[in-house]
């Protein structure tokens, strides 16, 4: 199956979980008037309303190269990703106004019965099932649209389990557990949002990948056995993927062609890095007095070796 329709059919399901979460909670809500299923119903829409984003996120990310855009449209991801965080944003806020003027307002209706345990732990399970399967497409994929994805579902595991404490509290003759519950959930929304942002940055503002990655990439430099050393490495964010630039050392008694070939050589060996994108090669011969040291290269060879 193509990236493309792996990213739109998890955009898909998501959607269609999460508004048959918010379903069963509003239904349950409506029924038992708990303020903790409630905010669980609000996290379930804002989840809905943000997948419903993501999947359209997804199909344009996902389109081919053309003259506009001639390295295609996958920078359009980290966008995806942070309407996603402020909707996560949106829900935590609303979920923790209603919590904190119920409690302020001494009126706290109690639950009863098991129906609203019972949606909050079943929904519990399910968004267990997306977070882990979502992170595993997200990671084979490189996509940061679906990982944020993912962390919302990781976060829904934690806030559904508060909230189902809420409830079980309220039922054992401790209302104020609700809305404290209800609470709980809104700053576990919150830190989506967080996370969401902080890790979506990066691809926004042209930062570094992560040391690894670029240790990697320079060790597939050198691994050219014509490649002497390497200086003025960099790796950089440009939307989800990566792009390198560096200068490799070479003898200057190369031939033109020998120097092309192993340019070609180095650019396809960095290349298939999972991560990256653009590969640009600079070659630099030793009769020209452009081998110079770098103590970020040593750094990373050594980090590499360990």
Do not use: C
């Not at 038992?32 to 996290?43: F, Q, W």
């Not at 309303?49 to 053309?66: H, K, M, R």
């Not at 560096?246 to 290349?271: F, K, M, P």
């Amino acid at each position: 199956m193509s990236r493309a329709s792996s990213l739109r059919r998890v955009g898909a399901l998501v959607l269609v979980a999460n508004i048959g979460l918010f379903a069963a909670k509003a239904v349950v809500w409506q029924t038992t008037g708990s303020l903790a299923v409630g905010s669980e119903a609000a996290n379930s829409l804002a989840d809905s309303a943000y997948s419903a984003v993501v999947l359209v996120g997804l199909y344009l990310t996902t389109q081919p190269a053309d003259a506009d855009h001639p390295h295609g449209h996958e920078r359009i991801e980290p966008f995806v990703s942070l309407v996603v965080a402020g909707g996560i944003f949106l829900a935590g806020g609303a979920v923790a106004y209603n919590a904190i003027t119920t409690v302020l307002s001494g009126s706290v209706t109690v639950s009863r019965g098991p129906t609203a345990a019972v949606v909050l732990a079943v929904g519990g399970v399910v968004k267990f099932g997306l977070y882990r399967y979502v992170l595993g497409v997200a990671t084979d994929e490189q996509s940061p649209a679906l990982r944020a994805t993912a962390l919302d579902n990781r976060n829904d595991i934690l806030a559904a389990g508060a909230a189902l404490a809420g409830v079980l509290g309220a039922q054992v003759g401790v209302p104020v557990l609700d809305p404290i519950a209800a609470l709980a959930v809104s700053v576990a929304i919150g830190y989506t949002g967080v996370e969401v942002v902080r890790d979506n940055l990066s691809y926004l503002v042209g930062g570094a990948p992560p040391e690894e990655l670029r240790a990697e990439i320079l060790s597939r430099a050198l691994d050219h056995p014509d490649v002497a050393g390497a200086h003025d490495v960099v790796a950089h964010y440009v939307g989800p993927e990566v792009d390198v630039s560096l200068h490799i050392e070479i003898e200057g008694a190369t031939t033109v062609r020998e120097a092309h070939e192993i340019e070609t050589a180095v650019v396809r060996a960095v290349g298939e890095t999972p991560e990256v994108d653009d590969v640009f090669v600079h070659v630099d011969p030793k009769e020209l007095d452009e081998w110079k040291t770098d103590s970020e290269v040593d750094r990373l060879a050594v980090f590499e070796e360990s």
